[in-house]
């Protein structure tokens, strides 16, 4: 009976033995279990920041218009503490220097017009006028638009868009613009002590039949909780399937078998009158 227990249970060990995963199987899936949790952690913190970063730019677009920066706080200008800031400033245009960059707007295909504003303490800063139809472009098309002498313009504080477009670069010698970069337009339209930003004028800035302004878009797409809940998902899946992989055996319930008289099975493990019931695990 004891040599019966013995092949029995060495038996069920093996079958133990080859059902479990390897040890490199086992650490990589651990690992891929407690990235998952961090991901998905990452992302609720994500998700608070997009809140408050949104909350703090609905503040700002619709407070009341302050006059930008002075050139003294120039270098301290930063994407957090200031873009989309309602904004106002006074002073003169330069038709003659103005920039189009290639835009697609709820209007069409086109362009932003790009204008310089020369203010009184000789600074300047550049003002998206608005927007303009291909069929448009050319500057002759549009000059009852542009107001001469001094003008007050309100509009959004933006920041610089360096390195071109998506996919493409900016090419200055060809006047091929698809990014709104201060530092490149200012150099190739002879500009100094220019702004290192610039403004996207409001509607009411608009100038008879000159450049659509008010057309800038305040969008910023929150998914994190979408992603967050998908992390966590496939976390909670996978450690469904290491619970049952390590865990499962051990809520297995017993079950009694009768093993017939005449199996050759039987015959192999009888060793008396009652051996034909036998236990097995389920």
Do not use: C
Request: charged share 20%.
């Amino acid at each position: 009976m004891s040599e019966i227990r013995t092949v029995t249970g060495k038996a069920q060990g093996a079958r133990r033995k080859a059902a479990r995963p390897p040890l490199w199987l086992t650490v990589l899936s651990l690992t891929a279990f407690v990235l998952l949790i961090a991901l998905g952690v990452w992302q609720i913190e994500r998700r608070a920041w997009k809140l408050a970063l949104i909350d703090r730019v609905e503040q700002r677009v619709h407070a009341p218009a302050q006059p930008i920066p002075s050139p003294a706080v120039w270098p301290a200008v930063s994407t957090a503490n200031d873009e989309y800031r309602h904004v106002s400033v006074a002073g003169r245009f330069l038709h003659d220097r103005e920039t189009l960059v290639q835009a697609v707007t709820e209007e069409g295909p086109g362009y932003w017009v790009l204008t310089p504003l020369q203010r009184n303490d000789g600074t300047q800063v550049l003002v998206n006028r608005g927007f303009v139809p291909s069929e448009r472009r050319d500057a002759s098309t549009r000059r009852d638009g542009n107001p001469d002498g001094q003008v007050a313009i309100t509009g959004l504080l933006r920041m610089t868009e360096p390195k071109g477009g998506f996919l493409r670069n900016n090419v200055p010698q060809h006047n091929r613009w698809y990014s709104r970069d201060i530092a490149a337009i200012a150099a190739a339209r002879g500009l100094e002590n220019v702004a290192p930003f610039f403004i996207d004028a409001d509607a009411g800035s608009q100038s008879g039949p000159g450049p659509i302004g008010g057309l800038t878009v305040v969008r910023f797409p929150n998914n994190h909780l979408i992603y967050a809940l998908t992390w966590f998902a496939l976390a909670f899946m996978l450690a469904g399937k290491l619970f049952v992989t390590f865990g499962g055996g051990l809520f297995r319930r017993k079950r009694f078998v009768h093993e017939p008289d005449g199996g050759s099975d039987a015959v192999a493990r009888r060793t008396g009158s009652d051996a034909g019931t036998i236990v097995e695990q389920t």
